[in-house]
């Protein structure tokens, strides 16, 4: 193998720092051009895909196929159909899965790249309008599309000036802004998200029930269980709670702290009862509320466990540490 004699230049944590500020500069720069120069056909792409009947067909190449793909997840999880289509495999079958009701969105910054150039007749004729986002507005690509999204840069963040830094930066923001605006068109809301979310935190946090997370164990003693019993009770629960209950209603709950409190204060233990050392009107959640909310008692009041009622009866405890390992914030 070839040994790379090249040398790597050494810069000092000032000239790292100069650097970094300097692309993100040209960056910022970029993007505030990008914003000046939304016209009438952005208002129009959006209006286009929000009345799309099909879905919305993403194509792209080299740097753009992985801003495609980026901008497709985008709009599958906010309520917009996407899907991906590379330039390269459309040309070798995948041409197929276009319908005439869906919309080509292609993506190429030069707008002449050949296999762009190739598939353009294709996909004029095959869906039902084609819209390029394009930094060369006199690009084939720009001339056979209905609607051109102009993503041009007068500078690349490279030191080069070379790979594709604020044009695919460019290109990902306009992407983002046009998600922004069909999710608010189509009113789309938190529980629309978590929909499309379900297995992640995201989603946890905005659908997950506090009786998905109650604890298999379901300590209860009543007010007159011994201080044995307690014990019995709190060290079985695995949560250091048991909580009191008189004819189907909470009245308390005992910690193991209030039991060591208990023994400070008592030489003689043999008379104790439950109702002796409960502490009163413990925080309680309801099973179908949000877990989230739970989260936000618990942290409120410094506490590791809440009883959890079902119609204000008794059904079990719930625990900040079982929150946690979920993704519960």
Do not use: W
């Not at 996909?123 to 056979?144: D, H, P, Q, R, W």
């Not at 998200?193 to 989603?203: I, N, R, T, V, Y």
């Not at 003693?221 to 014990?231: G, N, P, W």
């Amino acid at each position: 193998m070839k040994k790379n004699n090249k040398k790597t230049k050494i810069l000092d944590p000032k000239e790292i720092m100069g650097t970094a500020h300097q692309a993100l500069d040209i960056e910022i720069s970029e993007l505030k051009g990008l914003r000046n120069r939304l016209n009438d056909n952005f208002i129009k792409t959006v209006l286009t895909i929000n009345e799309i009947k099909g879905k919305l067909i993403v194509v792209g190449i080299g740097k753009s196929a992985h801003v495609a793909n980026k901008i497709v997840a985008t709009l599958n999880s906010t309520g917009t159909p996407s899907q991906f289509l590379h330039a390269a495999e459309a040309i070798h079958g995948d041409l197929g899965l276009i319908q005439k009701q869906d919309v080509v969105l292609c993506i190429s910054y030069s707008g002449n790249s050949p296999e762009i150039v190739t598939l353009l007749p294709f996909l004029k004729e095959y869906s039902s309008a084609l819209i390029a986002m394009t930094g060369n507005v006199e690009s084939k690509l720009a001339k056979a599309a209905d609607l051109v999204l102009n993503t041009h840069v007068e500078m690349e963040a490279c030191p080069n000036r070379l790979a594709p830094t604020s044009s695919t930066t460019v290109q990902m923001a306009l992407g983002d802004a046009v998600a922004v605006c069909l999710m608010e068109m189509k009113g789309f809301k938190e529980i629309d998200f978590a929909k499309f979310h379900p297995g992640g935190s995201l989603g946890k946090n905005l659908t997950a029930r506090v009786e998905q997370f109650v604890s298999s164990n379901k300590p209860e003693v009543t007010l007159q269980a011994s201080v044995r019993e307690v014990i019995i009770s709190v060290s079985a629960s695995k949560h250091g709670i048991t909580v009191v209950v008189e004819n189907g209603k909470i009245v308390g709950v005992i910690t193991d702290g209030d039991i060591r409190r208990m023994l400070l204060n008592q030489e003689d233990i043999s008379k104790v009862k439950a109702a002796d050392i409960l502490s009163n009107n413990p925080k309680t959640i309801d099973k179908n509320r949000l877990a989230k909310e739970a989260m936000q008692i618990l942290k409120q009041f410094n506490i590791g466990q809440l009883v959890v009622t079902d119609n204000d009866q008794y059904y079990g405890i719930i625990d900040i540490h079982k929150l946690l390992d979920e993704g519960i914030n």
